[in-house]
């Protein structure tokens, strides 16, 4: 099953009805449309919201049909003395990432996303890592952001260079014992990509 979240919430797909209740709210996918469920996601009182089908399969076509998706790729890098690439953007700790553009390869658009984000260089793809979806504002129409993930290796020791026009404060290396700390101010999707490997 997916996990798709909305800011920090989750979004859960379900073949359980019983899952509904005042602070979980459950939607029937096939005819809910996405300006009731982003009102319940806005809700403070909600700390999660259910959507559901019998049939499990249906669940991800009606979503996407509500919630039109644009893919994404990013990378999460480690360096060859142990240390792991980060951004600091939206007051926040996250990976590079960015939109596939037209016709792009799905790793090819990792690697220069994370280059553009980060000036890292000699990136070298070692594995894939969960694919994470989340909904975002885009110009007053919510989307679904589904991003590809890529384990990298390097040995760059050249300067960082964070994409300012992408708002991205720093990029730096981190040890894998500060991780801990940073993903107390970082968002869900980021958290499953480094479960995996840290």
Do not use: C
Request: net charge positive; charged share 30%; aromatic share 14%.
């Amino acid at each position: 099953m997916y996990k798709v979240f909305y800011n920090q919430k989750p979004l859960h797909f379900t073949t359980d009805l019983n899952k509904n209740s005042k602070n979980t709210p459950l939607f029937f996918i096939k005819y809910a449309n996405s300006e009731s469920i982003m009102k319940a996601l806005k809700d403070k009182a909600v700390t999660a919201v259910y959507f559901y089908h019998p049939k499990s399969e249906k669940i991800e076509k009606h979503f996407f049909k509500t919630f039109p998706s644009i893919e994404a790729a990013g990378g999460l890098v480690e360096h060859t003395n142990g240390s792991f690439l980060f951004i600091f953007r939206n007051k926040k700790w996250d990976l590079p990432k960015g939109k596939i553009e037209k016709k792009e390869v799905i790793v090819e658009a990792a690697v220069r996303e994370v280059v553009e984000e980060t000036g890292a260089a000699d990136l070298v793809v070692k594995k894939t890592l969960p694919i994470t979806y989340h909904i975002y504002n885009a110009n007053g129409r919510y989307k679904v952001k589904k991003t590809y993930w890529f384990l990298m290796k390097t040995s760059f020791n050249g300067p960082l260079n964070p994409q300012v026009e992408e708002h991205i404060e720093k990029a730096e290396w981190k040890t894998k014992a500060e991780i801990p700390k940073l993903m107390e101010n970082a968002y869900e999707n980021i958290k499953l990509v480094i479960d995996k490997i840290i």
